[in-house]
């Protein structure tokens, strides 16, 4: 009996190839997977990234489908908001294959019911595990088919009729794809719009020659900042490895915060429909909230993690979601993320008026911030529980455990602590009103947490 304790995440299942992964065991995913939305869908859509492991993997998942008498439809190379996009269009069932920013030994799978609807630990991965570990049942009908569906053409003109660029000003910008899935739907995404697009990296190489597919991790955008400035580029953008992330490099070579990212498509999106409900999850700046507010709209906050984002605007209605991982979410994309649709929207946002990048986002960053910490602790529930006891001795201190523990000081500023799921980690999250005041919290709560 297989144990996928070890690769079976809370979104999705990851694992390093060969080791964790391989055919055989993929193959009873797919036919898990196939018995788990049997009843909703007679056909599943199947993409892929760039990965060596990538097409073996994708098509060892569809014969598992097709053997419980599914159909199988594969537009092969994706990216994974690309695969959204196919499973709304076409109202069926998804698989994703890849390990998004997780180096090249890795690979991975992310499941969608029809309509992008995730698939997570409570909503069909954990019954998927199950069915594996106690041995997927054999099915006596016939088999189903396999078609190839070409889909990359109609994404493209659907993110471009959501977001209209034909009154931008030329805009020369700098694309990092990393050797990632951006290299691959970028060219045709930006086809015909007044881009001018300097490409880095844009070679499909699961292998990642250049370096990480993580622009989150600083060490991984150097080059991207100094091809804006060598270039005079109005604006940077970078892809992680399977490019549904975005992160924004302004005209100086600076970062721009997604924190400030999603203010800005929030206020374009509420431009659309105003009064809307716009969602935050607690880690994004307390300006985000504000802006919204500002702007006419409802901010709603939640814990981190695209399930909990995606189940709110679900509830809620919400017309727009952001995180401050740089994952944002479209009501119109059927509440699915796409780094690709917040990029469009930050060019337009550019283009429609004559300042520097810096300049228009500048008033979306009110803020100073640490960015995530991780510390390697013993235990997370003694070291979480001395923090909230130090911090609640104190005067005017609010405290909330809506995600981890969210601090919030009576001089303005505040912090998150929560813990990892998958390893023996804290992260904090910091904001004050400048960056001594950053340093000076930060340091406060690490003597504790490391203590």
Same mark, same amino acid.
């Given at each position: 009996m297989p144990d996928l304790s070890g690769i079976v995440k809370a979104y999705d299942i990851r694992g390093v190839v060969g080791e964790q992964l391989d055919a055989a065991l993929v193959r009873d995913l797919g036919s898990a997977f196939a018995l788990l939305i049997k009843p909703e869908s007679d056909s599943v859509v199947i993409g892929h990234d760039m990965r060596d492991s990538s097409p073996e993997l994708a098509a060892a998942f569809a014969d598992g489908v097709t053997s419980q008498g599914l159909d199988v439809v594969t537009i092969?190379?994706?990216?994974?908001?690309?695969?959204?996009?196919?499973?709304? %269009?076409?109202?069926?069932? &998804? #698989?994703?294959?890849?390990? %998004?920013?997780? !180096? #090249?030994?890795?690979?991975? @799978?992310?499941?969608?019911?029809?309509?992008? =609807?995730?698939?997570?630990?409570?909503?069909?991965?954990?019954? @998927?595990r199950d069915t594996v570990e106690q041995g997927v049942p054999a099915f006596a009908g016939q088999r189903g088919s396999v078609t190839e569906k070409d889909v990359l053409a109609d994404y493209a003109a659907y993110l471009r009729k959501l977001v209209d660029l034909s009154g931008s000003r030329p805009l020369k910008v700098v694309v990092d794809a990393g050797n990632g899935m951006g290299g691959y739907t970028v060219p045709t995404v930006f086809a015909?719009?007044?881009?001018?697009?300097? !490409?880095?990296?844009? *070679?499909?190489?699961?292998?990642?020659?250049?370096? *990480?597919a993580n622009p989150l991790d600083p060490k991984n955008i150097v080059d991207l900042q100094a091809r804006v400035r060598e270039e005079g580029a109005d604006a940077g953008l970078a892809f992680d490895g399977d490019a549904d992330r975005c992160f924004v490099v302004d005209e100086r070579g600076e970062p721009v915060s997604p924190s400030?990212?999603?203010?800005?498509? #929030?206020?374009? *999106?509420?431009?659309? *429909?105003? &009064?809307?409900? @716009? @969602?935050h999850n607690l880690i994004t700046s307390k300006g985000v909230p504000e802006i919204v507010a500002e702007h006419g709209g409802k901010p709603v906050r939640t814990r981190v993690g695209h399930s909990f984002i995606k189940a709110e605007m679900a509830k809620t209605g919400a017309i727009f979601g952001g995180e401050h991982s740089a994952h944002y979410y479209f009501r119109d994309f059927w509440r699915a993320d796409t780094g690709m649709l917040a990029a469009l929207h930050v060019l337009a946002a550019l283009g429609e008026q004559t300042g520097p990048l810096s300049e228009l986002t500048a008033e979306y960053s009110r803020y100073a911030a640490s960015g995530e910490i991780n510390s390697t602790v013993d235990d997370q529930?003694?070291?979480?529980?001395?923090?909230?006891?130090?911090?609640? =001795?104190?005067?005017?201190?609010?405290?909330?455990?809506?995600?981890?523990?969210?601090?919030?000081?009576?001089?303005?500023?505040?912090?998150?602590l929560r813990p990892s799921n998958t390893e023996p980690l804290l992260r904090l999250n910091v904001e004050a009103a400048d960056a001594e005041a950053v340093r000076a919290l930060t340091e406060d709560v690490l003597a504790i947490v490391r203590g």
């Amino acid at each position: 009996m297989p144990d996928l304790s070890g690769i079976v995440k809370a979104y999705d299942i990851r694992g390093v190839v060969g080791e964790q992964l391989d055919a055989a065991l993929v193959r009873d995913l797919g036919s898990a997977f196939a018995l788990l939305i049997k009843p909703e869908s007679d056909s599943v859509v199947i993409g892929h990234d760039m990965r060596d492991s990538s097409p073996e993997l994708a098509a060892a998942f569809a014969d598992g489908v097709t053997s419980q008498g599914l159909d199988v439809v594969t537009i092969g190379l994706a990216s994974t908001d690309q695969l959204y996009f196919a499973s709304g %269009s076409l109202n069926l069932p &998804g #698989a994703m294959f890849t390990a %998004s920013h997780n !180096p #090249a030994k890795y690979n991975g @799978i992310k499941l969608c019911r029809s309509g992008a =609807a995730p698939v997570g630990q409570d909503s069909g991965l954990a019954e @998927i595990r199950d069915t594996v570990e106690q041995g997927v049942p054999a099915f006596a009908g016939q088999r189903g088919s396999v078609t190839e569906k070409d889909v990359l053409a109609d994404y493209a003109a659907y993110l471009r009729k959501l977001v209209d660029l034909s009154g931008s000003r030329p805009l020369k910008v700098v694309v990092d794809a990393g050797n990632g899935m951006g290299g691959y739907t970028v060219p045709t995404v930006f086809a015909g719009l007044p881009i001018e697009v300097v !490409p880095m990296y844009f *070679e499909l190489d699961g292998n990642f020659p250049n370096h *990480e597919a993580n622009p989150l991790d600083p060490k991984n955008i150097v080059d991207l900042q100094a091809r804006v400035r060598e270039e005079g580029a109005d604006a940077g953008l970078a892809f992680d490895g399977d490019a549904d992330r975005c992160f924004v490099v302004d005209e100086r070579g600076e970062p721009v915060s997604p924190s400030a990212i999603t203010a800005l498509v #929030a206020i374009r *999106e509420l431009e659309k *429909e105003p &009064g809307g409900t @716009i @969602i935050h999850n607690l880690i994004t700046s307390k300006g985000v909230p504000e802006i919204v507010a500002e702007h006419g709209g409802k901010p709603v906050r939640t814990r981190v993690g695209h399930s909990f984002i995606k189940a709110e605007m679900a509830k809620t209605g919400a017309i727009f979601g952001g995180e401050h991982s740089a994952h944002y979410y479209f009501r119109d994309f059927w509440r699915a993320d796409t780094g690709m649709l917040a990029a469009l929207h930050v060019l337009a946002a550019l283009g429609e008026q004559t300042g520097p990048l810096s300049e228009l986002t500048a008033e979306y960053s009110r803020y100073a911030a640490s960015g995530e910490i991780n510390s390697t602790v013993d235990d997370q529930v003694a070291r979480m529980l001395a923090v909230k006891d130090t911090f609640a =001795a104190r005067d005017g201190v609010e405290i909330d455990e809506l995600d981890g523990l969210t601090v919030q000081l009576p001089g303005g500023g505040w912090f998150n602590l929560r813990p990892s799921n998958t390893e023996p980690l804290l992260r904090l999250n910091v904001e004050a009103a400048d960056a001594e005041a950053v340093r000076a919290l930060t340091e406060d709560v690490l003597a504790i947490v490391r203590g």
